[in-house]
């Protein structure tokens, strides 16, 4: 029986050195790219996919809500607030226009004046070849009278019906974006008085309510 021990050979101690020398596999796992990455404030156990699907979820529920702001300027949004600023001004236009009409119509217009003065001289004309005193009066003053009252309230009707498309258009139409402003509903307002009251006073001196045409004794 042979006792003595075996020598190692060469190729046995060879694999063992590399055996003993190879480097383990690296168990750990490496850290993933930046999107993979849990943030600091979320509770421990929660996987990078959990935190992406609260994402996911949370986005849904804020459009489902109207809440997802829109970057992207919207061009029909932006024509209709041109529009709307347009009406405004439009309307703000016409209220001033009605309040001055129904300063004319009780102040007086030269147009009344210029038709007036034509009355009178048509007036002058019938009654060159003679004619009673209260054919003259009737002829000259009378009827100019009429006239000066006649577009007097002519123009006190035009600030009546322009207050009061005015104070009526935002129930009309498209609705427009933005509220009718107080200043322009104030100045309406003051048209349609000043119009009301100017009709008023013109039917009065039309029908010779206020003051009656003088009569000539004996006419």
């Known amino acids: ?12 101690t060879e694999k063992k050195a590399a055996a003993g020398t ?28 959990d935190v992406t699907e609260m994402d996911v979820a949370a986005t849904d529920a804020a459009a489902e809500d109207g809440l997802e702001v829109d970057l992207e300027p919207d061009p029909y949004a932006e024509a209709e607030a041109e ?9 703000g236009a016409a209220a001033v226009v009605s309040a001055g009409l129904g300063i004319v119509s009780l102040s007086g217009a030269w147009t009344g004046r210029v038709a007036a003065e034509r009355e009178t001289l048509l007036g002058q004309i019938k009654t060159s070849g003679g004619g009673s005193a209260a054919q003259q009066i009737s002829e000259i003053y009378g009827d100019a009278w009429h006239t000066t009252a006649l577009v007097n309230g002519l123009f006190a009707l035009l600030a009546l019906l322009v207050g009061v498309f005015v104070l009526v258009r935002p129930a009309f139409g498209t609705p427009s974006l933005r509220p009718q402003a107080g200043w322009v ?8 008085a000043l119009g009301v009251l100017g009709v008023l006073i013109s039917v009065g001196m039309y029908l010779d309510l206020f003051v009656a045409l003088p009569s000539a004794a004996g006419g």
């Open 1 to 12: 029986m042979n006792t003595t021990p075996s020598t190692p050979t060469t190729d046995d």
């Open 22 to 49: 190879a480097p383990a596999p690296d168990m750990t796992k490496k850290a993933g790219p930046a999107e993979d990455a849990v943030p600091g404030d979320v509770a421990p156990g929660v996987t990078p996919s």
């Open 83 to 91: 529009a709307a600023a347009a009406a405004g001004v439009g309307t």
């Open 185 to 192: 509903r104030s100045v309406a307002f003051a048209g349609v």
